[in-house]
């Protein structure tokens, strides 16, 4: 029988002749869990319960962004300079988000005297900030509108970790400056969008605070991450009563294996607490929401429609569905002349009373220099403006920590499947290419090098191992593996930011389990693997950034009586604060740094050598830790990881 059950299993692991696709992996637990979702929300049938999922929704998010900074200080904002434009002027101001932490933007006044109805404008992720929205704002101001556009964190006159002497944020650009404070938020149990969505408010503030506008009509607009910001604010602040987002919305129906946005459009716990970028939709019914998407987006139509399609009857279920609307026009990704006029005639319509929008014309579009509301286009040289690091590195100071350890990581007690792929003989020894079932669909690569007399001895490397076959040579079995997901695919403007795409999605779905801890845990399943052979001496050795992998493994696994870290960061929770680092989304756990340091679960067994900091430099003098000297090789070390 066991014979007729092996037979029958084989055509099924025929089919497996490489490792699991971790984004698709992932991807069917996200569908599982959006599929729950879309019945929570079929089952509404009254206004009471849409306005009681609304209170859910409401609370839920702000649980998710670890709450809102309660700064309610002085705006101190002030005008810095003025251009006229025919038909309106654009004001240059300042003002505070928290205390040294001033936003730069443009105000778009109209010419005609009074109160207007005003239009928070939220910049997608271009570089340059403010001035990219010359064309839409203008046209707004003409149309009677007061038009706020300000530089986000990372943006325009607002860069981070910004060098003087060469002029650019040492991160890179808008984007890698959000990878670089988004990973270290969530290492410190925070959210980097809390401080994008506070931005936004802020800006509100200052919007009410003008004596040109109706503080009780407020809308908001943006493209790409300005669509981002303005779902969350609009979402969230009750003050805004018109929202226009472009080229943003999805549902994760179809957004989920795509390209999904940057640290703060990726919250840690979001899908797998029940939500949906829908949900933004839907938590602002029955106010007016325009969807406004392109044909040819990466952000793709279909997931736009089924935000649409739901949306649509919550906000008849509220008696409002002509308040909720969807405009697509050509091209790629961005607001194209169609999308433009519908959001003209979406904020004229609600803000205005104007039922015909007025048609867009031609405005003088200015370079960036002459729309700087400082002198010399930067906050930090001009105004010794902080970092957003450092308010979060100064937020995790002050939280209370525990020390306790993380959690042990179990592995089931019986080895794993192997899936033989091919063999060799490399350099006078066999070598075995396999698949190693680490739970149930995931299949990770490994290598397994035969010593040429039987052996008790084993080490496990993971990849690249350029010492596995010395070790083999030297009596040891040794056993490569490369952890789920790792390899090609980060993407070319992700340079620093790390392995971020397979973090992200592990975390939106179960922030307790991201890829660090299931990496950690395909190598608990390597060690099951190996001690099947009954080896009496079992080692394991990682280098850079696997070497958390590897730590975090073996810190409740006993079996591994020496484990060697071979240039991997000193430090854990250090690097929190630091403008500029590398490969930080690789080891990031959310809230770990508000429990024990992973770096303290070395012990006696840990041979650690060369230790780095965060941007790949070798730390000298710190005791306890190895280091070859110039052109020294690994021949010390290896003998010290064999004792």
Not at 104 to 132: C, D
Not at 464 to 489: E, I, S
Not at 563 to 591: F, K, M, N, S
Not at 630 to 638: A, R
């Amino acid at each position: 029988m066991r014979f007729l059950l092996a037979l029958g299993a084989l055509p099924l692991l025929a089919q497996i002749d490489q490792p699991t696709d971790v984004t698709a992996w992932l991807n069917a637990q996200a569908q599982d869990l959006l599929r729950q979702r879309r019945a929570t929300v079929a089952a509404i049938q009254t206004p009471a319960q849409a306005r009681e999922r609304q209170a859910w929704v409401r609370a839920k998010l702000l649980d998710l962004l670890t709450g809102l900074p309660d700064y309610k200080g002085p705006l101190n904002s002030r005008t810095t300079g003025v251009v006229q434009q025919p038909g309106y002027r654009i004001e240059k101001v300042i003002f505070e988000s928290l205390p040294k932490f001033p936003i730069t933007g443009n105000l778009y006044l109209p010419q005609a005297a009074g109160r207007h109805p005003a239009i928070l404008f939220s910049m997608g992720h271009w570089n340059e900030g403010k001035p990219v929205a010359q064309l839409l704002a203008g046209n707004l101001a003409l149309q009677g509108f007061v038009v706020l556009v300000y530089d986000p964190i990372g943006q325009g006159e607002r860069l981070q970790g910004f060098d003087p002497v060469t002029r650019v944020a040492r991160a890179g650009g808008s984007v890698e400056q959000h990878f670089m404070a988004g990973a270290a938020a969530i290492l410190a149990g925070d959210n980097f969008a809390r401080y994008m969505i506070h931005d936004s408010m802020r800006a509100i503030d200052h919007l009410q605070s003008r004596p040109e506008v109706d503080p009780e009509k407020i809308g908001a607009t943006g493209c790409s991450g300005g669509g981002t910001q303005t779902s969350f604010v609009a979402a969230i602040d009750p003050r805004v009563k018109v929202a226009a987002p472009a080229c943003y919305m999805q549902s994760f129906e179809v957004l989920f294996p795509g390209d999904i946005g940057d640290s703060e459009q990726s919250w840690p716990g979001f899908i797998g607490a029940g939500l949906d970028q829908k949900d933004f939709v839907e938590v602002f019914a029955p106010k007016p929401w325009l969807i406004a998407s392109t044909e040819g987006d990466f952000f793709k139509p279909a997931g736009a429609q089924a935000v649409f399609e739901e949306a649509k009857r919550v906000y008849k279920l509220l008696d409002a569905e002509a308040q909720v609307s969807w405009a697509v026009g050509p091209g790629p990704h961005g607001t194209p002349l169609e999308v433009r006029q519908a959001i003209y005639g979406w904020f004229g319509r609600w803000l205005l009373a104007n039922p015909a929008p007025k048609p867009e014309v031609a405005v003088k579009v200015l370079p960036d220099h002459e729309l700087w509301a400082t002198k010399t286009g930067q906050v930090s040289t001009d105004l010794g403006a902080r970092d957003v690091t450092e308010i979060i590195r100064e937020r995790w100071e002050s939280r209370a920590k525990t020390s306790e350890r993380p959690k042990p990581i179990t592995t089931p007690t019986t080895p794993p499947r192997m899936r033989s792929m091919r063999e060799a003989t490399e350099e006078g020894l066999r070598v075995k290419y396999q698949l190693l079932e680490s739970e149930a669909g995931m299949w990770v690569a490994t290598r397994l090098i035969e010593p040429s007399e039987p052996s008790t001895k084993a080490v496990l490397m993971l990849e690249p191992a350029p010492l596995a076959m010395t070790l083999a040579r030297q009596g040891y079995r040794v056993l490569t593996l490369r952890p789920r997901g790792v390899g090609p695919g980060v993407p070319d403007w992700i340079r620093n930011g790390g392995d971020f795409y397979p973090n992200t999605r592990a975390w939106f779905i179960n922030p307790a389990r991201p890829m660090a801890e299931q990496r950690a845990y395909d190598v608990r399943r390597a060690v099951d693997y190996l001690a099947s052979f009954g080896v009496t001496d079992l080692r394991a050795s990682a280098s850079g950034v696997p070497g958390y992998w590897l730590l975090r493994a073996a810190a409740d696994d006993l079996r591994l009586k020496r484990i060697w870290l071979d240039r991997t960061p000193a430090t854990y929770c250090q690097v929190i604060g630091t403008a500029v680092h590398r490969d930080l989304h690789e080891a990031t756990a959310p809230g770990a740094c508000l429990k024990a340091d992973w770096a303290t679960l070395r012990d006696a067994r840990t041979l650690w050598s060369d230790p780095t900091d965060w941007l790949r430099q070798v730390q000298g003098g710190l005791p306890g830790f190895a280091y070859r000297h110039f052109e020294q090789g690994d021949g010390d070390l290896l003998k010290r990881f064999l004792e």
